[in-house]
């Protein structure tokens, strides 16, 4: 994390919002409203990723048509705090990418505790993500889109 900060008396946001405040105008339309909209990063809310838990975390390579290399895109589903919905991030133009789990166990109940977006230059933006386990996400991209998709009735 760059701007977010903690210490013995919780997580600091303050520096963060400043910093989105100031860096908004470097951020593409989507990515903006994801980063500068608080109910993202909000204690309880149905759109919030506090709390939310990892179920997929899918890279995916293209073959570019005449060109030498690929594209990546990475789609990671969050199933929301309140088990209604998933949460759909799509990264296009994807530069690098870090995905740290700490011992794999048994324990599917892995959640969001913090999230970070910030442009690394222009047109190259990062979006951290720390769990409450101690892993995390790290993605580098050019493109992004988020998504909801609700669940339907659970079957017993």
Known sequence: MNWIRQDEQGWHFDAYFDYLA???ADLPDT???F???FGNYALRGRDSLHDAR???FRVEKSAVDGAEGATVSIEVVLLDQQFEGEMLMTYSGVMGYLLQETLCSDDPGV???VHEVSVVEPGRYRHTVLFDN???YAVEFS???RAR???GPSRV
């Open 22 to 24: 100031g860096a908004a």
């Open 31 to 33: 990515l903006r409203e």
């Open 35 to 37: 980063a500068l909209d």
């Open 54 to 56: 990892m179920s997929a």
């Open 111 to 113: 959640d969001v505790l």
């Open 134 to 136: 101690g892993g995390g």
């Open 143 to 145: 493109g992004f889109t």
């Open 149 to 151: 998709r609700e669940r």
